[in-house]
């Protein structure tokens, strides 16, 4: 386990290089730069409706100075990147004495040694960054939003990558991507924690990598179509490619917004063999009894949405299927996820090996009636054929969400968001879930 995101001596370390540049060299790296400050007040609640569990509820209050500086001047820019986090607990969380209500592992405040949440918890992430002409070098701590890898930002607090990466823009309308992630903060989490999958990130026998290597491009064509490729592999555990097409169509009346996506993912190192499966190197997901390939990733992927937009109206509809004896395969250590996939639901992701899931939704800008600021989605989804022992399993979900963002005034820019969902499964936990999010943003410089 490793006990901070940043040390100290890092960030010092990093800092004293930008400080000790010529002044003429840092007029770029401080004039360009931004400090804000952000706010985010987060409530949960969750409430299964088909165990005996009490119900779980919590509230709490973040605080995040966000500094990004400009890079230097010259042929070579250095730049430092510096997010301070901190969390308090305001209500829930395991209080003694509370009847119906106790905390959830897993969810918003981290565990002292007895049980009980913390009062409150932070962090220090620091990244420093290099540009030379239009490729950035950044090394630190990466939020990334990627086909192989994307970062939760589903409670008070986001989860963290750490490692470096390097995205070049040198070619018109072509976008690269390399990197390599060694350790993830969970968003529940002050300390950080090597890489897993689901099926061998927890128990006594569970396993972890430090070595995730991705990379990619994304070329336009034109205004209206973009073309994807994408890599992922965690050492030890699985290599996954990713194709992806988006396209806008502007009809007579309206637009069609189509979005394909294909993944393929295989095994890789230890997950390949029957000895490195027996030391806890697995996916989760159904084989046969007996089976040889018990634990092995095998997975294929593919989904179709087209989402259509008429003035402030937008209707879409998708289909995703999945072959292959194992769940998609992505990073996740136990804690929060977000997957590149149509069914990243608030709280399924209708990934299970064998699943088909169909998806549709409504959304509307009540801006186009003058209300501006104030949008609402509805978006369900049903997935069938899940790969189990004795039959095939089944589940939906249901999304409402609300969200209004101040145009004007004294209070301009606070957002609101009301978040409700509902899932139901024949083999899973049935779940209500409420999330209310004020959020607000104060620029300092």
Known sequence: MYQTPVTRSAALSTLGVALA???????????????????????????????????????????????????SEGTLGFGLDVLAMH????????????????????????????GKAKTDFGRLAVTGKLRISKTEARLGTLMPKLPVVTYNDGRLLPQLFHGGQITSSEIDDLTLIAGKIEHSTDRNSSDSFPLSISGANSGPNAQFSNEFYYGGADYKVGKDLLLQYYYGSLDDFYEQHFLGLIHTWALPVGSLKTDLRFFASDSDGKNESTSGRAEGYVSSGYWSAGASSRGEVDNHLWSAQFT?????HEVKAGYQKISGNSDFPHLFKGSGRTLYLITNAQIGKFASAGENTWVAGYAYDFGTLGIAGLKASLVYWSGDDIDAAGSDNREWERNFRIDYVVPEGTFKGLGLTWRNAALRGNDTRDLDENRLIVSYSLPLF
């Open 308 to 312: 259509y937009t008429l003035g402030g």
């Open 87 to 114: 969390a308090i607990r305001l209500d829930g969380g395991g209080r003694e004495g509370k009847p119906g209500i106790e905390r959830t592992p897993g969810s918003v405040f981290p565990l002292e040694s007895n």
């Open 21 to 71: 540049m010529p002044s003429v060299a840092q007029a770029e790296f401080v004039e360009d730069g931004k400090l804000t400050l952000n706010f985010k007040n987060f409530y949960i609640n969750q409430d299964t409706r088909n165990e005996d569990r009490p119900r779980s509820e919590e509230w709490g209050q973040g605080f995040f100075l966000d500094y990004k500086s400009g890079f």
